[in-house]
């Protein structure tokens, strides 16, 4: 079998435009555009590609981006009094908080401490409670990304043996959640499955795979199942080239459909940030 590939550009482009269509409406009814803030404290090389890819589809979309750099030596208490701002500046519609944070301001602290309206990765905790209700709310990017991947597969989720490398909060763990809801079989493996050496057990019976870990060919291609759906989040650079978490040209063989990277979830995730900006712009 040679896979046929699941590129998120495929859903991306369509939704981008009915986005843009959607956020012109909303600016002729409000008479302004939706105002999307990141937040960064010191300057990071790190997410210097997301934040970039942030700033061209925000402009792309009509939504205007505003990045607010602290300095890197800004304490907690400073970081938690700009969310304060933004939480009560009526013209900041979206907040994204830019990783990592320096040492000594905890991620957590700062994530409860936006308004949940305006968290548009959907990471703040009354956002990922809605997830593991199961009601609708903005939602974290990534796992939305996923889904909507799985979903244009055409796999049918009731009963299907899900198996999810990584159980990480940013993407594992609520994509669980999302697939329960759906009434697949979930199984989440995590670095304590990979100590007692279970993680090809485990793969070998996913008729879904989804693999979120960030490490190279961590996932053989020969322990992908026949016909199996397979999600790599993984990006990886590796001599200079992006590859995910799974050995692409071997389980290629075996899939029936398979994400390449990079091409897979990452286009899909930055529009995702922005449909939750354009919620909270309409709510
Ligand atoms: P993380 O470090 O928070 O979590 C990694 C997970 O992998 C943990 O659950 C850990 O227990 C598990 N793990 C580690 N070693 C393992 C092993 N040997 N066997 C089984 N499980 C193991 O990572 P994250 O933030 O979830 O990111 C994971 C990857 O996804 C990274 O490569 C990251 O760059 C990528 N990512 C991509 C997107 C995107 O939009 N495409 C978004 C977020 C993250």
New binding site residues.
């Given amino acids: 079998m040679s896979a046929t590939l699941l590129q998120g550009k495929n859903i991306a482009t369509p939704l981008k435009e009915s986005l843009k269509k959607e956020i012109e409406a909303l600016k002729a009814k409000k008479g302004r555009a939706p105002r999307l803030v990141a937040l960064q404290v010191g300057e990071n090389p790190a997410s210097a590609v997301y934040l970039k890819s942030q700033i061209k589809t925000a402009e792309a979309l009509g939504i205007e981006y505003e990045l607010k750099t602290l300095d890197g030596s800004t304490s907690q208490d400073g970081v938690l009094a700009e969310i304060d701002k933004l939480n009560k500046d009526e013209a900041v519609t979206g907040i994204i908080i830019q990783l990592p944070l320096p040492q000594g301001v905890d991620h957590r602290v700062i994530m409860s401490a936006l308004d949940p309206a305006k968290d548009a990765e959907g990471m703040h905790p009354a956002n990922l409670g809605r997830v593991l209700l199961g009601e609708p709310g903005p939602a974290p990017?990534?796992p939305v990304?996923c889904m909507e991947l799985i979903k244009s597969s055409g796999i049918k989720l009731r009963g299907v043996e899900a198996v999810i490398?990584?159980?990480?909060e940013?993407?594992?763990k609520p994509l669980s959640m999302m697939l329960l809801k759906e009434f697949a079989t979930v199984s989440v493996?995590?670095?304590?499955?990979?100590e007692r050496g279970l993680?090809p057990d485990y793969v070998k019976r996913a008729e879904l795979l989804i693999v979120?870990?960030?490490?190279a060919g961590?996932i053989k291609g020969e322990w992908v199942k026949e016909g199996a759906i397979v999600v790599d989040?993984?990006?990886?650079r590796v001599e200079g080239k992006l590859v995910g978490?799974v050995e692409f040209e071997e389980a290629s063989k075996r899939a029936a459909q398979i994400t390449p990277v990079p091409g897979g979830?990452?286009p899909l995730?930055v529009t995702m940030l922005m449909r939750n900006v354009v919620e909270a712009f309409k709510r």
């Fill in positions: 990017c990534t990304a490398v990584g159980h990480s940013i993407v594992g493996c995590h670095i304590g499955t990979g993680v979120a870990v960030g490490k961590l989040v993984g990006i990886n978490d979830v990452g995730t």
